[in-house]
């Protein structure tokens, strides 16, 4: 596995890197690379993204591409299963600059253990810390009813886009 400051990078590090100039030739944008075990399989998965969203057939190209870029590199020892879709609009916020990009929507964040009985929270993206810690607004601004809440890396589960259909 490639090396870094002397620090050994993991699997989805090392294969994002691998993907980045790729996706920039395509046009893409590199959401997420998640490398993960699910049940006798692994997966590596990367979501790709553009303005406007993506089609079938650029997850295809670009999949066709990596697939040979993998091959070559051989960044992974086990046998591994390649997927490579869209994001979505609902979606999971992991990186620092995701964060920055969705200040001030609507967000969800799913705790790992309920506070005073609640695992979801929905409200306006109003900061996000180096740390991890986020900070949502809930309730009307006009009306002065607007609630802050703070939750820290320790406590949420995810933190995703939210859009009421």
């Excluded at 870094?4 to 590090?13: C, E, H, L, V, W």
């Excluded at 190209?61 to 697939?67: E, G, I, L, V």
Aim: overall charge negative; glycine content about 8%; some cysteine.
């Amino acid at each position: 596995m490639a090396q870094s400051n002397g620090k050994r990078q993991n699997t989805a590090s090392v294969c994002a890197q691998l993907a980045a100039p790729v996706a920039q030739q395509m046009g893409l944008e590199l959401w997420d690379v998640t490398y993960e075990k699910e049940g006798a399989g692994w997966y590596l998965r990367y979501l790709i993204d553009r303005e406007g969203g993506v089609s079938i057939d650029e997850c295809e190209a670009f999949s066709r591409r990596m697939s040979d870029l993998l091959d070559e590199a051989d960044p992974i020892p086990q046998s591994y299963t390649l997927e490579v879709g869209s994001p979505g609009i609902e979606r999971k916020l992991t990186h620092p600059w995701h964060f920055q990009r969705y200040l001030g929507r609507t967000v969800l964040v799913r705790l790992i253990r309920p506070v005073e009985g609640e695992r979801e929270f929905v409200g306006t993206l109003s900061a996000y810390n180096e740390d991890g810690t986020v900070t949502l607004l809930d309730g009307d601004e006009e009306e002065g009813e607007q609630m802050e809440m703070i939750f820290s890396p320790e406590e949420i589960a995810y933190v995703r886009v939210y859009e009421e259909f």
